[in-house]
């Protein structure tokens, strides 16, 4: 079974998100590392860029495919985690501690309208 | 959907399954970079069976495969396998397979899963004036495929102490506890290893012999890498219908001073369009259908085939390029996304592999 923190919320590609002061981090989840597999390669974007909800932030690659990482809100990225494009294997050992990107949002509502973690444990089931 | 005979095993190890040229297959089981080390340092076991057999027999048995194949069949040794692609009269691929000469008048042919309708339509269509007996015998055959260095220690094991000493590329039929099995020293990982082709039963209880004895189950997606990481073409990638094997690296098997075989004319007066060359990335992972440019950014080519090696940990890709536009200093380049990344080119395979 998936682990899913109940203190996060979630999208349907399998990201999490958390809100503190006006800013999302955003991670993915534990289903989403066991689905992929061994993670080698992540692609995140640049500190200032201006990104909007659902639209392809980054990349998380396994050995045998790369797939699109979606933001789960509009806002200006105001930090990335660094440490996980020397150690992606970090995203298989501790999803939720290893975040990808910090989002300063532009509207509180769009991270109150993402699943709650009873919402998305169905987008789990195999 | 289809299923291998050794579907429920699949299951039961928690498999990750998934659609391959009709058939449920196994992707992975334990994880693909702990499989693929496996079969680099130790042994691995594939369930191969989606692929096709085909028998030949008879007094032309092997006149007709070196006819249809463009390697040399008609001078192998009996008791010895041959790698070759299969083309039609214009010298366009329509697979690549093995056949195994097993007797004077009795050949196996191993084709791909995907095409074995279309090869079967072919090949079939090519027997007039041949004294031979071509059977499908690929709804009948398991196959599995035991690779990795430690293969003759644990065949061994089993009992099938014939493969001490067998050269590489030997094939021959041997016995199992009274079940009949065709064994080949041959495999698609650059390892060491064998091919066993049974019957459905004994081939399961071989399965899971060689699991009770610490072997390694491997998935489809390590296999893909333990191919790509020695260079060996894959149908569909590096071959398709469209190109000819001089296209695609293999005129080592075509053999033009062979009588006549299907191709030799188009094939002796073809000037190949495309080169295919062997690409890595210190930074980044190329993917089939990336474009590959040169210095300038003009685009050449396109990636046929790209994963991240477990061997070397980094991006590494086969890619068809346009024969013209390949440029002379070797400076080539892949697109990622957004970003285009110097690619270092490689005249050899990434790695050499430890087969016989």
Known sequence: ?126 | MYKTSLHDEHLALGAKMAEFAGFDMPIQYSGVKNEVLAVRNNVGVFDVSHMGEFFVTGNDAVKFVDYIMTNDFANAEIGKAVYSPLCRDDGTVIDDLIAYKLEAEKVLICVNASNIEKDWKWISAKTNGFSIELENHSDDYSLIAVQGPKTEEILTKLGLTSVTGASYYSAYEDKLNGHNLILARTGYTGEDGFEIFGGHDSIKTIWKTLLDLGVTPCGLASRDVLRLEVCYPLYGHELNDEITPLDAALKWTTKMNKESFIAKEALASYEPRFQLVKLSLDKGIPREGYEVLDSENNIIGKVTSGTMSVVLEKGICLALVEKSKVPQNKSFRIQIRKNIIEANFHTKPFISGGHK
């Open chain 1, 1 to 126: 079974m998936a682990n899913i923190p109940s203190n996060l919320k979630y999208t349907k590609e399998h990201e999490w998100a958390a809100l503190n002061d006006g800013v999302v981090t955003v991670g993915i989840t534990d289903f989403a590392q066991s689905s992929l597999g061994d993670i080698v390669f992540v692609e995140l974007p640049s500190i200032g860029e201006e990104i909007s909800k659902d639209s392809t932030f980054g990349v998380v690659e396994s050995i045998k495919s790369a797939s699109d990482l979606y933001s789960p809100v509009t806002g200006e990225v105001v930090e990335i985690n660094e440490a996980l494009t020397d150690s992606p294997d970090m995203l298989n050992n501790s999803p939720y501690d290893s975040w990808m990107v910090k989002i300063k949002i532009t509207d509180t509502s769009e991270f109150e309208n993402l699943l709650s973690d009873q919402d998305y444990a169905p987008l789990c089931e195999e």
